[in-house]
């Protein structure tokens, strides 16, 4: 759900592939991310199931954990420079260029929400030619592949923006992740959204870089360990 961009942010944090044994994972936060996956505060992670899930990878490889908060639209970039260890939370087709991936761990599932009174969508050639929010870095290529040039994005920094814009009326559609809807809605009441239609489940993963200070092999093994003993169940739980 991330796009490339022609700038790369300088950020202010070792090389991964120079990290000394022993040294903290740095993992990615995309600032275009809202809860259940992230909360910030002043620009910084403060939490949410991706906080969570890389406190529980670090702990497990008996590291600490540097978060490095990136605009959705740079992931790519920064991961490939080597500027951080990994991101979770993402799928090979939503980032640029080649990462070690690990097992899918996260599910989710994209979907159409309506704002009440707007007409029905029951198929996604029903948006064509409608104004879309959608979140600027995000990649929605299911969308893209049924609507083409018809798909009209109406771009928000953030998620958490794009359902503010929702509720004022300057859309009346958007595509939203489920688990960020279900979350949203119970904890502001006032968001009054029509669930109309969900086009793609999938499990997303974490990718790592190939200059990542920690062995991909030591990760993987982490993360696996995590998914088999409940843990990242555990963490998934704590926001449904």
């Known amino acids: 759900m991330f796009k490339r961009s022609a700038c790369l942010a300088a950020l202010i944090v070792p090389l991964a592939g120079t990290a000394a044994p022993g040294a903290d994972l740095v993992m990615i936060a995309p600032l275009n991310q809202t809860m259940p996956l992230a909360q910030f505060r002043n620009d910084k992670l403060s939490g949410g199931i991706l906080k969570d899930l890389d406190e529980a990878i670090a702990q497990r490889l008996g590291r600490g954990v540097v978060h490095v908060s990136v605009a959705g639209e740079q992931v790519s970039e920064v991961l490939a420079a080597g500027k951080a260890d990994g991101i979770c939370y993402v799928r090979p087709f939503w980032i640029d260029g080649q990462y070690d991936w690990s097992r899918p761990l996260i599910p989710d599932a994209e979907l159409v929400a309506s704002v009440v009174g707007a007409a029905p969508v029951r198929s996604l050639v029903d948006l064509r030619d409608r104004p879309v929010g959608t979140v600027a870095g995000y990649r929605y290529p299911r969308v893209e592949q049924v609507l083409g040039l018809r798909f009209h994005r109406s771009e928000s920094l953030t998620m958490e923006e794009n359902l503010r814009k929702l509720m004022a009326g300057a859309v009346r559609h958007t595509v939203i992740a489920q688990s960020t809807l279900a979350y949203q809605m119970r904890i502001n009441k006032a968001l009054r959204l029509r669930r109309d239609l969900v086009f ?19 990760i993987n093994q982490a993360i696996n360990g995590l998914v088999d003993d409940g843990s990242v169940n555990q963490i998934l739980a704590r926001y449904r």
């Not at 190939?210 to 991909?216: C, H, I, L, S």
């Open 200 to 218: 793609a489940s999938f499990t997303a993963q974490c990718a790592f870089s190939k200059t990542a200070g920690v062995p991909f092999e030591e």
